[in-house]
């Protein structure tokens, strides 16, 4: 089975510029996930989809982060303007109907 | 929030040494996992483990819910092995994973 797909692989970006990722999770998973990864800490999840509907964005920053999953497939995360505290690995994952989460390579973001 | 918290933060080993991860949570929780970061950013899920032990060749799981920690244990480490382990939990009805501080692992020849 293939597993979750995103793109761009790598962005860099200079401040105030606004940068989207796109995410294709596991054929058949309701539930999606984007986390941001700050390099040297664990995973953080800013925003948790079932199916196109939004379960958690208590810690996405809403100013300026926004997400979409339409159709309850394929999903984007978008931000504008990026700060330089943006820099960080954007990891999509999804979940079937057991609990367990399967990841992608994550898109990398640096913010110049 | 639930703290989650891994030791050691960083740990160097030779080739085919044994090795112990831990990773202890301040509440209950209702699943546990463990993952492989390896050096290219890939997450992989090791083991679902909420409770009980689980072995997968090399690698075995055990997780005490009632005493709040999960070992990962790590035989005749290979290099393949080096990259970062986390531990992450799920709590109440959410499925909001809650992830450790890492272990960083480095084999050596």
């Known amino acids: 089975e293939a597993g979750v797909a995103q793109s761009p692989r790598y962005k860099i970006i200079e401040k105030r510029q606004s940068v989207a990722f796109w995410c294709n999770p596991i054929?058949?998973?309701?539930?999606l996930y984007w986390y941001q990864q700050i390099l040297g800490q664990g995973p953080k999840l800013l925003i948790q989809f079932q199916n196109n509907g939004v379960v958690d964005d208590s810690q996405l920053p809403k100013d300026r982060f926004s997400a979409e999953r339409l159709k309850g497939v394929d999903s984007t995360l978008k931000i504008q303007p990026a700060k330089l505290e943006d820099s960080a690995v954007y990891l999509c994952?999804?979940?079937?109907?057991?609990?367990?989460?399967?990841f992608g390579p994550g898109t990398r973001l640096l913010v110049l | 929030g639930i703290q989650v918290e891994q030791s050691p933060p960083d740990l160097i080993l030779q080739e085919g040494a044994n090795s112990t991860l831990r990773c202890n949570f301040s509440?209950?929780?209702?699943?546990l996992q463990w993952f492989h970061q390896n050096p290219w950013g890939q997450l992989i899920n090791l083991f679902y483990i909420p409770s009980g032990t689980k072995q997968n060749g090399r690698l075995s799981a055990t997780t005490v819910a009632t005493e709040r920690y999960s070992l990962l244990y790590i035989s005749s480490s290979q290099t393949t092995d080096s990259g970062v382990y986390f531990c992450a939990t799920l709590t109440g009805t959410a499925s909001k994973l809650t992830f450790g501080t890492g272990t960083r692992l480095q084999v050596t020849l």
């Open positions: 054929s058949g998973h309701a539930t």
């Open positions: 509440d209950s929780v209702n699943n």
């Open positions: 994952a999804s979940g079937g109907a057991g609990e367990t989460q399967y």
